[in-house]
């Protein structure tokens, strides 16, 4: 199991990278919002497609799901001064199949996200 | 040429190699076609072995597919041997997901398939898309029961990997271990002895 520890920021930061032949399971988050407004978090699936067909033959282009295209797996609000915890039980079946990135809401200093995972 | 065997339970059992090793005979079947004469009908016994793990990912979005072309071929994954006094066992494990593999040989022509002619694999099927079709679970990469053999010059294996409906997008992975082995005629017959079939010998 691995931890990052992230600032909220708008643009988002990496919780992991992604890794060419395994899942991400995220196994626990914490958002402690110390910020003074409330933070929604959420949490994007950053990755890339093969090229390959639909199920009527016809011909299906690579397709990058990054950033503005991301996929969202999660999200969350935590009120201002407030901290929310998630478990494993909470997380279970959060699959991420590239690079895992946490968005907030508005960029703050105060707001730190801790995220735990695995690779498999 | 071909085994994908369901899980075997015995009340008593006696170690088996998973793998052909050094020491090993193999006999192949007279129904091989005449361009691949150097192992058509013949016994060898295996000299060496050697073991290459390796990996394949491909992410595609649901009830979409893609063939992979395990040959040397410029298109292919190149897992073939590249000599006539060799062949490779290939173990093909699968990860967990929702997806599922069709398997042809050689393109367009499914291994598994019933008597009935509409009973042939059919991925824009809603139901024959899952005929003979091979899911994770079946081979998966703590033991993994698909296994190929492979020898210069053999027409492609094409695994046709599907990502099966219920989710947006799906990551397919492979755990594939090689198993190099070297080639030495010997004379038939021998004892005991690995019979490999022909891939047609499996297509009744």
Redesign the interface.
Known sequence: MATKIVNAITTGMDLWAEH????GHLLGLKVDNKHSAPETIRLMDN???????????SA?SA?S?ISGSA?QKFQVTVPAGDSISLGEEDCKGLEF??RAAALGSATASGCIITAQYKLT | MLELRPIEVFEQVWPRPKVLLPGHNVQFSDKFPDGLDFVKGKTFRITKTAQVRYELSWILPAINYKDINLSNENAGEKLYPEAKDEVYETLIGFKPGNYFTLIYFPAEQPIYRLGYYTMTPLISSASLKYLGAIKPEDSPVNNPTLKIYTFFKLNPFIFRIAVDNGVDYEKMTWEICVNKCKLETIAAPAEPVKYIPYIDELKW
């Open positions: 060419e032949h395994k899942k990755f890339t497609t093969d090229a390959g067909y639909t199920s009527g033959g299906y397709e799901l996929i199949l590239g």
